[in-house]
């Protein structure tokens, strides 16, 4: 009972993020999950509650939403998430994925920190730049679902409008999430706790993300990046240290 409750308030605080940020249920829920579930039920989880999150996003702002430039850097997300099916199938149940998984997340913190601290050059504005993110965040996203921070460093960039950036961030995830549950649907990677976990985890979600999005503008996103990135940087170091 306690751990149903655990995960519900993990996947409930995550989805608040996600709504008044963009970003951070995966950064979030997969620093805390995997003391719970196997590494690979976390990150499935997490996967395709993301999809449940980010239409409800999509939906609000699909006026917003700019189909053509998302072609490209989806193109290469999409080739990453093939790439990481098979990584997450071969090494999902390992220790050492966990202790990995531990230095990405400190690691996106301190990315997500120096970009903010050096800001963003015009430079990557060029084609090559959303085929690399894509392909980095699609492997990244895929293996540890916690690629959200290059997209979001793309979006920012592409956008100076708030609800463009937001728009086009969630209907991204959609899209690669979505993916990426068929390719493990269809390798039948998905168990009967599974669904249980995923219709605990729909209620907190969507109730988290509504409660989110109230906030979105009238809440300082420094402080809910602030406040997530000392969780986020904190559940790194316990996996790293005690899994």
């Known amino acids: 009972?306690?751990?149903?409750?655990?995960?519900?308030?993990?996947l409930f605080v995550g989805s608040f993020i996600q709504?008044?940020?963009g970003f951070g249920f995966g950064l979030f829920s997969m620093g805390l999950l995997p003391i719970l579930l196997t590494f690979k039920d976390s990150t499935l989880l997490v996967l395709?509650?993301?999809?449940?999150?980010?239409?409800?996003?999509?939906?609000?702002?699909?006026?917003?939403?700019?189909?053509k430039d998302l072609l490209l850097i989806l193109s290469f997300a999409l080739a990453g998430r093939v790439l990481s099916f098979f990584i997450l199938n071969f090494y999902g149940e390992t220790e050492a994925m966990q202790k990995l998984l531990g230095l990405v997340?400190?690691?996106?913190?301190?990315?997500?920190?120096?970009?903010?601290?050096?800001?963003?050059?015009?430079s990557f504005e060029k084609p090559v730049f959303p085929m690399l993110i894509g392909l980095i965040g699609g492997m990244i996203g895929g293996i540890f679902a916690v690629g959200g921070p290059f997209f979001v460093f793309y979006f920012l960039?592409?956008?100076?409008?708030?609800?463009s950036y937001h728009a086009n961030l969630q209907a991204s995830f959609v899209i690669m999430n979505s993916f990426t549950i068929l390719l493990h649907g269809i390798h039948g990677d998905f168990t009967d706790s599974f669904v249980l976990y995923f219709l605990l985890g729909a209620v907190a979600v969507l109730a988290g993300v509504h409660a989110g999005l109230k906030w979105f503008?009238?809440?300082?996103?420094?402080r809910i990046k602030n406040v997530a990135s000392f969780i986020v940087f904190a559940a790194g170091m316990n996996l790293l240290i005690f899994s």
């Open 1 to 10: 009972m306690w751990e149903l409750i655990f995960v519900f308030a993990i």
């Open 19 to 21: 709504g008044a940020s």
């Open 48 to 67: 395709a509650l993301t999809i449940l999150i980010s239409l409800h996003v999509a939906v609000k702002f699909r006026k917003s939403i700019r189909g």
């Open 105 to 122: 997340l400190m690691g996106m913190v301190i990315y997500l920190y120096m970009s903010e601290k050096n800001g963003y050059a015009r």
């Open 157 to 163: 960039m592409r956008y100076k409008e708030k609800e």
């Open 217 to 222: 503008e009238r809440l300082p996103h420094t």
